[in-house]
């Protein structure tokens, strides 16, 4: 019985450092976790605008934090309820996996932690026995670099929900038009649900399905206590609409100016007060509708005490291709008229 012991922990010891080493020498490749999409926020950190990943993804990077609690709660009693415990694997699931395989002959439940599915996002592979157990040790690895909170945010950019929509944020701003600090219980139960099968039951094209698969995760969560029986009705009658939201397209162009300029930043700030920009864009549309023609307008709002702009509206009309309106007049280069002249007055005053 000790040399058995001995023999475990010589080998848990060499598994140990075997990882370690495997640590130092292949690092996990966390390109696809870089490759973000770019996103223009405001002043209150809503978001202006968002463009495409390297590799045309919907991926918006989100970090733990600034998920809905119970979002991350449901997801952890769902997907791996010792997530907070164990060191990437866990024997248990891996045990009740086997078991149930023996005894039924076909795979009931799966035992891959949320550690070893960000490891397979990370690095997708053939869905082999081989792919299983490098993804295995992936996650030991993952668990050994990372924090609990980082792995979780990892996941949270990378789940997959159906198309080109990966992580938490972009899902909830295309299919609830909301960020995920907002999600209901059915939503953050839907969230949850989703990655289990993205393609099948997408929500904009068979909300039947998603429905389905929203209403065993409740069931679920019910039975772990963490939800009641109101709430698990209130959630079931939701209806998922099968509606696909577009992402936020505000202050287009400046967002297109700040993106070309700092092309390194996953995130740019910018001092635009969202209610300013909407207001300048409706007071500058009625205008050039007014006036006809194919002339077109600018505003610009800048604090004066700062500088900080607050409204950036360059055209009244992005799409409007007979007031080409993707260009950006604020920038553009035009002769100022009589403009100028009341500065000049006043400069002639002064003096």
């Not at 990372?146 to 997959?160: D, H, N, R, T, V």
């Not at 260009?327 to 009341?342: E, H, N, T």
Request: glycine share 6%; charged share 25%.
């Amino acid at each position: 019985m000790r040399r058995a012991t001995f023999i475990a922990l010589i080998a848990t010891a060499f598994t140990f450092i075997g990882v370690l080493s495997v640590s130092v020498f292949l690092p996990p490749n966390l390109a696809k976790y870089h490759d973000g999409s770019q996103t223009v926020l405001a002043e209150d950190g809503s978001i202006l605008r968002a463009f495409l990943s390297k590799d045309g993804m919907w991926r918006i990077p989100m970090r733990y934090k600034d998920v809905e609690p119970r979002y991350a709660d449901f997801l952890i009693a769902y997907e791996d309820k010792r997530f907070w415990s164990h060191l990437g694997v866990d024997p248990l699931a891996i045990l009740r996996a086997t078991g149930q395989l023996i005894s039924s002959g076909r795979i009931i439940s799966g035992a891959s932690t949320i550690t070893m599915q960000v490891a397979r996002l990370l690095e997708p592979r053939p869905r082999t026995l081989l792919s299983k157990l490098i993804e295995m040790a992936r996650a030991v690895q993952l668990e050994l670099t990372f924090s609990k909170e980082e792995i979780l945010s990892m996941y949270f950019s990378l789940a997959p929900f159906g198309g080109n929509v990966e992580g938490a944020t972009a899902a909830s701003l295309i299919y609830f038009n909301k960020v995920p600090a907002r999600l209901t219980v059915s939503e953050a139960a839907l969230l949850v649900a989703l990655p289990q099968s993205p393609t099948v039951s997408r929500p904009d094209r068979n909300p039947h399905k998603a429905t389905v698969a929203r209403n065993k995760v409740l069931e679920r969560l019910l039975a772990e206590g963490l939800i009641s029986e109101r709430e698990l009705n209130e959630a079931k009658d939701e209806i998922i609409d099968g509606y696909r939201h577009p992402f936020p397209f505000i202050a287009p162009h400046l967002a297109r100016r700040l993106v070309s300029q700092y092309p390194e930043r996953d995130v740019i700030h910018t001092h635009i007060k969202p209610e300013f920009q909407n207001s300048s864009c409706e007071i500058l549309k009625m205008a050039v509708d007014a006036e006809g023609g194919e002339i077109n307008g600018a505003v610009i709002i800048v604090e004066n005490k700062t500088g900080a702009v607050l409204s950036y509206a360059a055209s009244s009309d992005f799409f409007d291709r007979k007031r080409r309106g993707q260009v950006d007049y604020i920038r553009a280069i035009r002769s100022p008229g009589s403009a100028l002249k009341p500065f000049i007055y006043a400069m002639a005053f002064d003096e």
